[in-house]
Nanobody, 114 residues
Framework: VQLQAYGGGLVQTGGSLRLSCAAS????????MGWYRQAPGKQRALVAE???????NYAVSVKGRFTISRDDAKNTVYLQVNSLKPEDTAVYYC?????????WGRGTQVTVSS
């Protein structure tokens, strides 16, 4: 199973991006999907997650600005990020739980300039 993330980039404060992450390989069923981020000098932390039933959970710092969604037909998870702030600068990693194993993508850089 491989996860490939897309959509990172350099944006100004207040800008938006849409991150995508597609899974490929031997996939039977994807349970939870999520996005994490790691800023320089900090630990990787949960940004948002979505269950197979569509329930979502967000970090307090991104509530109201980020939206996670999934397309099971495409084995893809999305993260719409709006109203970006410099403190959102980080490498964003997607993660999926397939059966009982957790898989990670390589990460995509999001840089927000002030």
């Amino acid at each position: 199973v491989q996860l490939q993330a897309y959509g990172g980039g350099l944006v100004q404060t207040g800008g938006s991006l849409r991150l995508s992450c597609a899974a490929s390989g031997s996939i039977f069923r994807i349970n939870a999907m999520g996005w994490y981020r790691q800023a320089p000098g900090k630990q990787r932390a949960l940004v948002a997650e979505i269950s197979s039933g569509g329930s979502t959970n967000y970090a307090v710092s991104v509530k109201g600005r980020f939206t996670i969604s999934r397309d099971d037909a495409k084995n893809t998870v999305y993260l719409q990020v709006n109203s970006l702030k410099p403190e959102d600068t980080a490498v964003y990693y997607c993660s999926m739980v397939i059966r009982v194993a957790r898989y990670w993508g390589r990460g995509t850089q999001v840089t927000v300039s002030s």
